[in-house]
């Protein structure tokens, strides 16, 4: 049962680019979650979504960015005009559906946005 | 911004050692888990809880759901060279559908 995937693994952008970050959650889950990490720091939640549902964007820049998890294929985290403070780690993490709800966040291994 | 505090932010111990982090909210939570993060990688879950008072192990690892469901700990005993890593508490506030992340504990383990 492999676990969440996430691509690409690494991703250099020119600042006014647009950065496309996708995530596969585990086989059977249909919830998927962003979080950003920036250097020597934790993770700070930016989108909950399930199938083509958004649930929770609280943390999400009002600008420039944007998630969605399409009825087939990965979710998709979109930046566009990327600038330079956007350089970070940006994770995205799945769990179970369940009549109570998610409960256990499993993690993929991260995209590295660089923005030069 | 983070809205658990977890401590210590780092630690240097021996190999052998056992060492002990924990957290704490201003809220209630109905799910703790911990997670252990090595460079280069996404956070790997270590422990899952999901009562108030519950206490789990994994081997070496033991961690706890604490009464008042406003904090949780893990104890990590005779500590060895691939503990080193950074250790994230992760809580589920009542009420809502999101995590809460600790800023992390950075453990260093001396040989």
């Known amino acids: 049962n492999a676990g969440v995937m996430q691509n690409p693994r690494h991703l250099v952008r020119r600042r006014g680019q647009e950065a496309r970050l996708r995530c596969s959650p585990m086989?059977?889950?249909?919830?998927v979650y962003w979080y950003r990490q920036l250097p020597e720091e934790g993770l700070k939640f930016m989108v909950y979504?399930?199938?083509?549902?958004?649930?929770?964007e609280s943390g999400m820049p009002k600008e420039r960015f944007s998630a969605e998890f399409p009825k087939e294929g990965p979710s998709i985290l979109r930046i566009q005009q990327v600038v330079r403070g956007d350089s970070a780690a940006y994770f995205c993490?799945?769990?179970?559906?369940?009549?109570?709800?998610?409960?256990?966040?499993?993690f993929g291994p991260g995209t590295r946005l660089l923005v030069l | 911004g983070q809205q658990l505090n977890q401590s210590p932010q780092s630690m240097f111990i021996q190999e052998g050692e056992d060492v002990s982090m924990n957290c704490t909210s201003s809220?209630?939570?109905?799910?703790w888990l911990w997670y252990k993060q090595d460079p280069g990688e996404g956070p790997v879950l270590l422990i899952a809880l999901y009562k108030a008072g519950e206490l789990t192990s994994n081997g070496r690892l033991t961690a706890q759901f604490g009464i008042t469901r406003k904090d949780s700990f893990l104890n990590i005993s005779a500590s060895i060279p691939s503990d080193v890593g950074i250790y994230f508490c992760?809580?589920?506030?009542?009420?809502?559908?999101?995590?809460?992340f600790g800023a992390g504990t950075r453990l260093t383990v001396k040989p």
């Open positions: 809220s209630i939570f109905n799910t």
């Open positions: 086989k059977g889950h249909s919830h």
């Open positions: 992760a809580g589920r506030p009542a009420r809502n559908n999101d995590m809460r």
């Open positions: 993490a799945s769990s179970p559906s369940g009549l109570a709800g998610p409960k256990t966040q499993y």
């Open positions: 979504l399930q199938k083509e549902n958004i649930i929770d």
